[in-house]
């Protein structure tokens, strides 16, 4: 008998799995059906500053399968058309076609929650739900946004300060705006210790953006035409003819909530390591909607971010597929760029080891991307974190230029082979001068803290 | 009372060695006597392909600490004094001095074998000793080959594929030599699979490189000047007005051997996990000269790489400086540089996974080294061998652009750990569009193969 298989969301976890599935299973043992409320399929919404700071020409080319592409794979994909309720006791999902607002109940034997992330935005504060301020979280929202930027702009304000606000800062200064960063923490980029922070703060000062910390927005004030003309903040107001937003984001799971799943203390949807909804059989999800296991401090949070969706939906697909895979949670990797700043980060902030209850020591260093004598060579700031006692490796930060970003790779892996300080140390890295010095940067760090962290 | 430590060779593994002693111990407690052949102590010889390139101006440059400074430190560094005989049995060292050949005898309690490792020269051969004819070992070789440059010069011959050879490729074609390649395996870079091996060939003569593979030089033909004329190959005779050897090192050994000390297959010393001489009290050997360990293949093997002379040096340091330390071994990495091809490899290749009496698989696959919509997105290629049955990870190979080599890092740590390719599937690795696609490419390559890997 025919399974049927239906997938709320369009966008990388819910269409991996769908495609995923459809790799193991043919149409006459699986048939799939996907709802998507907006106007794209499989789009990488990690490209849109840079389609919006104009180094991605193309919008297109953000999209990586089309809803014909998936069509022609046999998943019956339904554009602008909203789930509206899962009803888990009749296993059937209640949809609306956004544009003609017919709706209809669909059946189904296994379900697929992929309902992403939505942004945190200050609608109750004045002026910002005005044409002008804008939030980058899809295609849509990116489109708009170039819209605005057609008109005649010269000022930008970003606010917020995490990695979505840095990439939009760039972004507006690639366009060739002013740009001014307002954000609520100590310094920018808060997922890092405030110390690797500054750094991020003295470059992009450095690169001629304002950054305005510890400052919260309270209005955006609005000329005659309903547009912006400035942002009212705690630290003073900043001229402004376009507002980005960059506040973060938060799973979007009221459907799942008012379905009775199971949600965490994020928000985010539970799930097993197979990616199944404990308590209801046959229900799975992934992606921005859930919360994942954080395999060194033990807990679980919502990280939303598209390499953990796209692995959720192998996963699920696998499993659905008949196979068996599971998703071991993450180490808390992430890495972003400034202009020519490469940010990076693993594993635990100082507050995060903490609140983990870990007794942590941490050290910082400085090094180069490539030996010291090699023409290109650029300055790297690397702090680490290791427990006291053990030894054992707790969390890497870098900030530095080309070559640095993907160097949080090593400490990645060590962290999910729970590797010591000193086990970094020996690694066998890639030596030669064009790519590092003697001592990878990174295992500066771990000699530096190695001793200490031996010692309780 | 006072310890007096002798150290043979003043390059990487020596000199850190003496450091990390002499940070542990005084000069009260430790008296350190090192002895140098040469004229250039603690310096980068990976270094000297970029410095004929003229990429790197200044032979000073990649010194990392003159014989002042270690003598500063408290380290009796003798330069130009080669040490001629080790007497275990009275545990004491001759030394000549090689400009006056005054000799002498010099007692110990500990000491550490560091004498490097001596390129393999075909001076049997006719012609190969002719001035013209370099080798590039030391810094002493690269100004020779300078010497010669300067002169009127337009076709280079390397001798070897290696990364040396490749390297002093670029190095040639950087200075604006007609560079022809001459080897002996099927492709170069026989550190490679020759299916990799394969893209580097093609990418060199795709930088105006004249690749000649599988072919043996039979002599340097001389000029009435008695400098090079061409090089007569098995293949034929290629012009050149310089050659440069890249024919590979073998451990420096000689006067460990005639010490009667083991020496492995290989005819580098053999040392415990400690770098300690088995068998000997307080003899203790490192980089070039010694054999490693491969964690992968549990064989013994000769790998002359600087950033494990300097790790050794610190194993070392650090038990005579009264703390404690081990070399656990490599897993094989390597990574280098031609034009604007780079190129690595950790673990296992094909041949090595066969002689190890494994049951392997291998993917290979392509993919790029930013979101294939970011500016600048680079392919990349990328070989991947795993365990039959157990899944287990055996080896990495990567030949791309930009942000391919380090990328190995990634495996080489997955591979100390003991991985499988789905473990490697999991990997939490950074991702963001301008640093790699939403899968990374050896992630690509992991599950292309996971699969197949899985079943035996």
Redesign the interface.
């Given at each position: 008998m025919t399974e049927h298989l239906v997938v709320i969301g369009a966008d990388?976890a819910g269409m991996s799995a769908a495609s995923q599935a459809r790799r193991r299973r043919g149409a006459d043992d699986l048939r799939i059906t996907a709802f998507e409320r907006g106007h794209f399929s499989s789009y990488?919404a990690?490209?849109i500053p840079?389609w919006v700071g104009g180094?991605?020409a193309?919008r297109d080319?953000?999209i990586a399968r089309t809803p014909e592409e998936h069509r022609a794979r046999g998943i019956d994909l339904r554009m602008r058309t909203e789930v509206t309720r899962i009803d888990l006791d009749r296993r059937r999902v209640h949809s609306r076609d956004v544009d003609t607002g017919e709706s209809s109940w669909t059946g189904f034997d296994q379900l697929v929650i992929a309902t992403g992330a939505e942004p945190l935005r200050p609608d109750d504060l004045p002026g910002f739900n005005a044409p002008g301020v804008h939030g980058v979280q899809t295609l849509d929202d990116g489109a708009a946004l170039l819209a605005t930027l057609d008109r005649e702009c010269h000022r930008a304000v970003v606010v917020g300060g995490g990695?979505i606000g840095v990439e939009m800062a760039e972004a507006m200064v690639q366009r060739g705006l002013t740009v001014t960063m307002v954000h609520r923490s100590p310094e920018p980029m808060s997922t890092l210790d405030p110390d690797m922070g500054r750094l991020v703060r003295e470059a992009m000062t450095g690169m001629g953006i304002e950054v305005v910390s510890g400052a919260e927005a309270r209005e955006v004030r609005l000329g005659p035409d309903g547009h912006p003309r400035a942002v009212v903040t705690t630290a003073g107001e900043y001229p402004a003819d376009v507002v980005v937003l960059g506040l973060g984001v938060r799973p979007r799971t009221a459907l799942a909530r008012a379905a009775g799943l199971p949600l965490g203390e994020s928000g985010g949807l539970r799930t097993d390591a197979e990616m199944r909804v404990p308590g209801v059989d046959g229900v799975w999800a992934g992606g921005d909607c859930v919360e994942v296991l954080n395999r060194v401090s033990g807990r679980h949070q919502h990280i939303a971010?598209?390499?953990?969706a796209?692995?959720h939906g192998?996963v699920i697909g696998t499993n659905i597929g008949g196979?068996k895979?599971?998703?071991?949670g993450?180490?808390?990797?992430?890495?972003?760029?400034v202009c020519s700043l490469?940010i990076?980060r693993?594993g635990l902030l100082e507050r995060e080891a903490t609140a983990a209850g870990l007794d942590w020591t941490a050290a910082v260093i400085e090094s180069t991307s490539r030996?010291?004598?090699?023409?290109g060579a650029a300055p790297m700031t690397v702090k680490m974190l290791a427990e006291q006692g053990t030894g054992r490796l707790l969390g890497l930060q870098i900030v530095g230029r080309e070559?640095a970003?993907?160097?949080?790779?090593?400490g990645?892996?060590?962290l999910?082979?729970g590797?010591t300080v000193d086990?970094v140390?020996?690694?066998?890295?890639?030596?030669?001068?064009?790519?590092?010095p003697?001592?990878?940067p990174v295992q500066v760090a771990a000699?530096k803290i190695a001793?200490r962290a031996a010692s309780a």
């Open positions: 990388a990488s990690c490209g840079y180094q991605v193309d080319s953000l990695y971010l598209g390499t953990h796209n692995k192998l196979g895979a599971s998703f071991p993450v180490v808390g990797t992430a890495v972003s760029k490469e990076a693993t030996a010291g004598y090699y023409p070559g970003a993907k160097r949080v790779d090593i990645a892996v060590a999910t082979a590797m086990q140390v020996s690694l066998d890295l890639g030596y030669a001068p064009p790519f590092s003697v001592w990878d000699r001793s």
